[in-house]
């Protein structure tokens, strides 16, 4: 039995999908298919742990406090992406419009809400209450993510918005709760 979708995503997919099928096309194209796909990857996990592992770095022994934090931010933040992903049950736009090129393989069916722009989201306002000089490379870096998942054919740009505003509600609570450094 096919999960039924959403009254709510079935009305914005054809206010959408236009504009996604058209940001596809041009992230399809050769000159910006490496970015978008090389943002992509930076945004599966290889930044933000780049980014908790320099913590003590920048911080000294109190960034090792900042490191176990974001780790278990970013967990909790992962186990509410999933339970919301799976209900939600919002198909990915180049399965329901064919027309909408998808040039990088999706790890599931599901497209809301964007994990990569939550974390992307997530990571940038930690960042800015915890090493703001950092925000001059990783506010660029966030941004071309959330890009990337529409230009490659992965999301509707409501399911990016949807994870930037989850990621930025868990970075809220995750900073009320943060450890003096």
């Known amino acids: 039995m096919t999960p039924r979708i959403p009254a709510v995503f079935e009305r914005l997919d054809a206010l959408e999908w236009q504009l996604c099928q058209r940001l596809a096309k041009t992230g399809s194209q050769r000159r910006y298919l490496m970015v978008l796909r090389v943002a992509s990857r930076l945004g599966d996990w290889p930044l933000w742990v780049a980014l908790i592992l320099a913590q003590p770095l920048w911080h000294g022994p109190a960034g090792w406090q900042l490191s176990v934090h974001f780790t278990l931010s970013a967990l909790v933040a992962i186990g509410i992406y999933r339970l919301i992903k799976t209900r939600a049950c919002r198909e990915r736009p180049s399965i329901t419009y064919r027309t909408i090129p998808c040039t990088t393989a999706a790890r599931d069916r599901y497209s809301f809400p964007s994990g990569h722009t939550?974390?992307?989201?997530?990571?940038?306002?930690?960042?800015?209450?915890?090493?703001?000089?950092?925000?001059?490379?990783?506010?660029?870096?966030?941004?071309?993510?959330?890009?990337?998942?529409?230009?490659?054919?992965?999301?509707?740009?409501?399911?990016?918005?949807?994870?930037?505003?989850?990621?930025?509600?868990?970075?809220?609570?995750a900073l009320t709760w943060l450890p003096a450094i």
């Open 118 to 173: 939550l974390h992307a989201v997530m990571f940038s306002l930690f960042t800015a209450a915890t090493a703001p000089m950092v925000l001059i490379v990783i506010l660029p870096l966030a941004c071309l993510i959330a890009m990337s998942r529409v230009g490659l054919g992965l999301h509707y740009i409501s399911d990016v918005i949807g994870g930037a505003m989850l990621g930025a509600t868990l970075a809220i609570v």
